[in-house]
């Protein structure tokens, strides 16, 4: 069994004061996708960020972060297209100009937020909206770019959402599912729920599970013995262990790897990930 490993290097919401090793420019950030890379992570998730760490949605910064990758590793890349507030056109022309083998796509709107049990405060607080129209405009232009949509499910609705556009010929297999649970609004970080989401995925479906917070190492664990891919990294989590902040991705992609092995498994390289998920090589 070969696991693909994913490594989501920054997030859009994660700052330096809460994990001073978050990366914001293009070259930081490519000098964790080689970190990740070299730990064994096959695939990189990125956002892209501005100099002072706000979220940066030019096509000029994603083609610099591209390029400083590309110069370093060869490491399958995955560009984030969700975002709040944003216009749809904004959110996918990275995608459309630049061609990475992936893109994340949003399949679902929720109620998002963080809530500080401590202060009794919610932090975050929004309406994560993804409807029909824009998912479909989204799917239409990776295709049209041959661009492999990384679908980011964080409900079972969302899983059901696909349906649709499947019928319409739009999405196509093979599919690529991340079942993001733990986040507040959405399908909480359990076994339970995580077998649950597993059994409703379609036909040639591949699937990672994307474990938010403390909750990241028992969910790695779980999909490993499911058979399926993980996700580890800064933006969903930055602890190796209780009381031990990451000091880069590839410190949390070195221990995801390292119980692939506890378990029986073998880790991806980055071609077999290629092959496994069939990825045009760029």
């Not at 940066?56 to 110069?71: C, K, M, N, P, Q």
């Not at 100009?97 to 994340?104: H, N």
């Not at 739009?170 to 729920?193: D, E, K, N, W």
Request: one cysteine or more; a negative charge; glycine letters at 8%.
């Amino acid at each position: 069994m070969k696991v693909v490993i994913t490594a989501a290097l920054t997030g859009v919401l994660a700052t330096r004061e809460q994990c001073p090793a978050i990366p914001y420019t293009p070259r930081e950030i490519a000098e964790e996708a080689k970190r990740a890379a070299d730990a064994g992570a096959a695939i990189v998730h990125i956002h892209a960020r501005t100099p002072d760490g706000g979220p940066d949605w030019s096509v000029e910064t994603f083609g610099e972060i591209l390029s400083e990758v590309r110069a370093r590793t060869e490491v399958l890349v995955n560009f984030s297209t969700g975002a709040v507030g944003i216009p749809a056109e904004e959110r996918i022309a990275h995608i459309r100009e630049l061609r990475p083998e992936m893109a994340a796509l949003n399949m679902g709107s929720m109620n998002y937020a963080i809530y500080s049990e401590k202060k009794k405060a919610f932090y975050h607080d929004h309406v994560f909206a993804n409807p029909f129209k824009d998912i479909q405009f989204f799917l239409e232009t990776m295709n049209s770019a041959a661009v492999r949509p990384e679908m980011e499910c964080f409900d079972a609705g969302h899983i059901a959402n696909t349906r649709p556009l499947i019928d319409m010929g739009v999405l196509r297999p093979p599919f690529q599912f991340s079942l993001i649970m733990g986040v507040l609004g959405g399908i909480p970080a359990t076994t339970r729920h995580l077998v649950d989401q597993v059994d409703s995925l379609p036909a040639d479906s591949h699937w990672q599970v994307i474990g938010i917070g403390a909750r990241q190492w028992p969910m790695v664990a779980a999909a490993i013995t499911l058979g399926g891919n993980v996700r580890v990294g800064l933006e969903d989590n930055f602890y190796v262990e209780e009381g031990r902040m990451a000091k880069s991705n590839g410190e949390l992609v070195e221990k995801a790897a390292r119980l692939v092995r506890d378990l029986g498994g073998g880790v991806a390289t980055i071609e077999q990930a290629r092959q496994s998920l069939c990825l045009e090589k760029r």
